[in-house]
């Protein structure tokens, strides 16, 4: 199964509600996690079974859809949100991960 | 507190060998699977290998299947990852997580990885 993530990168400011998209090639229910990754650290669950919060994770972020279309957002971007985030699809092996959304500073 | 540690890489020649561990603490270690993902340089996260909680069932990428080997001993609560003929390709940070599921409405499992290691550097080069 391969995921799309769209956009590669963005730029936003401080504040800004932010929408990342990913695309899954065949339907998967809803066995998808999402993860923010920080340069030269591991990455870090954010939401698990497409719209379940991990524990610890601010309520800023917040997950959404089934079957082949998943979102991530972010209502209002902080500065330590700054980070590149990865889907995965847990629905069958191998689990693949998105190519990566890295969001920057305007 | 809930942690996994990885540790064994370092710099090997291509065609050569080495063994990952990923010492787990803070949990009941056989009652989760586990995974390895990887990370090249300036490179996105790619899924390597699991295994169940019982090391009873594995699973591979194609990338490196027939040359990696995912095992676990529960009595010392480790998992491993034997890496062999390596290629330059593999060379990565390599992650060890913890799988955890959760069950919804008694027959729907969904899958994720809630802890991760910081990781340990393999370098394949000449």
């Known amino acids: 199964i391969q995921l799309t993530q769209s956009p590669s990168s963005l730029s936003a400011s401080v504040g800004d509600r932010v929408t990342i998209t990913c695309r899954a090639s065949?339907?998967?229910?809803?066995?998808l996690a999402w993860y923010q990754q920080k340069p030269g650290k591991a990455p870090k669950l954010l939401i698990y079974?497409?719209?379940s919060l991990q524990s610890g994770v601010p309520s800023r972020f917040s997950g959404s859809g089934s079957g082949t279309d998943f979102t991530l957002t972010i209502s209002s971007l902080q500065p330590e949100d700054f980070a590149t985030y990865y889907c995965q699809q847990l629905n069958s092996y191998p689990r693949t991960f998105g190519q990566g959304t890295k969001v920057e500073i305007k | 507190e809930v942690q996994v540690l990885e540790s064994g890489g370092g710099l090997v020649q291509p065609g050569g060998s080495l063994r990952l561990s990923c010492a787990a603490s803070?949990?009941?270690?056989?009652?989760?699977?586990m995974t390895w993902v990887r990370q090249a340089p300036g490179k996105g996260l790619e899924w390597v290998s699991g295994i169940s909680g019982s090391g009873g069932s594995t699973y591979y990428a194609d990338s490196v299947k027939g040359r990696f080997t995912i095992s676990r001993d529960n009595s010392k609560n480790t998992l491993y990852l034997q890496m062999n003929s390596l290629r330059a390709e593999d060379t990565a940070v390599y992650y060890c997580?913890?799988?955890?599921?959760?069950?919804?409405?008694?027959?729907?499992?969904?899958?994720?990885?809630?802890?991760w290691g910081k990781g340990t550097t393999v370098t394949v080069s000449s």
């Open positions: 079974a497409a719209s």
């Open positions: 803070g949990f009941t270690f056989s009652s989760y699977a």
């Open positions: 065949q339907g998967i229910s809803s066995s």
């Open positions: 997580a913890k799988d955890n599921v959760v069950v919804v409405a008694t027959q729907y499992y969904y899958y994720y990885m809630d802890v």
